[in-house]
């Protein structure tokens, strides 16, 4: 493929994605980023908390439950994202996960072609030289976590692979 063709392609899957997210959640994701290579494909979808969730982020138990909830959603709604994307595009995803931070008030749902998904979580105030990465999760639902910058916990998140 040509690059017109594959900017088509991906903002062709983009909007298939925000269509979806947009009537899970009732609110339109702020962003969504389609990277294409060969056989594979990475999809980033970037939500903001809605506002009273946000609210319920101030401690620590209603920021565990906004996690939660999220978590659970994007569980519940893989499998249909999934199939909305293969009719609509003919794209097979095949592995997905979640992350909820709580801090920035975001939501990011990573999903690929691949069987697995990656995700390294980046310290704040990184340095010009050297990237410190506070966390690796997999889609397989393990975190391997570390601690933070300056000994800051780090927030988890969690996926399904599909086969």
């Known amino acids: 493929m040509n690059n017109s063709c594959d900017a088509r392609f991906a903002r062709q899957v983009a909007q298939v994605t925000g269509t979806?997210?947009?009537l899970l959640l009732g609110?339109?994701?702020?962003?969504?980023?389609?990277?294409?290579?060969?056989?594979?494909?990475?999809?980033?979808?970037?939500?903001?908390?809605?506002?009273?969730?946000?609210h319920l982020t101030r401690d620590a138990d209603g920021a565990r439950r906004v996690r939660q909830f999220h978590s659970h959603l994007f569980d519940q709604s893989l499998d249909a994202l999934?199939?909305?994307?293969?009719?609509?595009?003919?794209?097979?995803?095949?592995g997905g996960i979640v992350h909820v931070?709580?801090?920035?008030?975001?939501?990011?749902?990573?999903?690929?072609?691949r069987p697995h998904v990656d995700l390294f979580l980046l310290g704040r105030g990184l340095p010009a030289l050297g990237v410190p990465v506070n966390a690796?999760?997999?889609?397989?639902?393990?975190?391997?976590?570390?601690?933070?910058?300056?000994?800051?916990?780090?927030?988890?998140?969690?996926?399904?692979?599909?086969?």
């Open 27 to 54: 609110r339109a994701p702020t962003s969504i980023t389609v990277v294409a290579e060969g056989s594979w494909l990475v999809m980033n979808v970037h939500e903001p908390l809605a506002a009273v969730e946000r």
């Open 101 to 113: 931070d709580t801090l920035t008030g975001s939501v990011l749902k990573t999903f690929t072609t």
């Open 20 to 22: 979806f997210e947009h």
């Open 136 to 163: 690796h999760l997999r889609a397989d639902a393990t975190a391997h976590e570390t601690n933070g910058i300056n000994g800051q916990p780090v927030a988890t998140g969690t996926g399904a692979a599909r086969g």
């Open 82 to 94: 999934v199939s909305h994307v293969r009719r609509s595009t003919g794209v097979e995803l095949r």
